[in-house]
């Protein structure tokens, strides 16, 4: 059974940063699309950043592009979102998230792919 479990959430002013860390049941880690999507109330999940847990290749938003980071480490089964320059906009829960079906052709930009889902973390950034 796939295991996801974020950390790191928090509350923090406009301009401050957080790290989110996910933790990966092992047998789930390895050539896995891993990705970061976060959710309001009233709105529609949205992805945030991917990455490919046997490459380099990484994914971004275009509301977070620039400020936020995506990021592995593949000894420990742990993907890493740091969030910089957070904004009250950039409140939300967040949600770590798996790739559940290995495509033939690999995209883990594709937000529409992610089915496998943490049980977040409350991020609030205040004015």
């Known amino acids: 059974q796939v295991r996801l479990v974020e950390t790191g959430g928090g509350s923090v002013q406009a301009g401050g940063s957080l790290t989110l860390a996910c933790a990966i049941s092992?047998?789930?880690?390895?050539?896995?699309?891993m990705g970061w999507f976060r959710q309001t109330p009233g709105k529609e999940r949205e992805g945030v950043a991917g990455?490919?847990?046997?490459?380099?290749?990484?994914h971004y938003s275009a509301a977070v592009k620039g400020r936020f980071t995506i990021s592995k480490i593949n000894a420990n089964n742990t993907i890493y979102l740091q969030m910089n320059d957070l904004q009250p906009e950039d409140s939300a829960i967040y949600y770590c998230a798996k790739q559940g079906i290995t495509y033939r052709f690999r995209n883990c930009g594709d937000w529409t792919r992610f089915n496998v889902w943490g049980q977040g973390t409350q991020v609030a950034v205040s004015s």
């Open positions: 990455l490919y847990t046997d490459g380099e290749s990484t």
């Open positions: 092992e047998s789930a880690y390895r050539r896995a699309c």
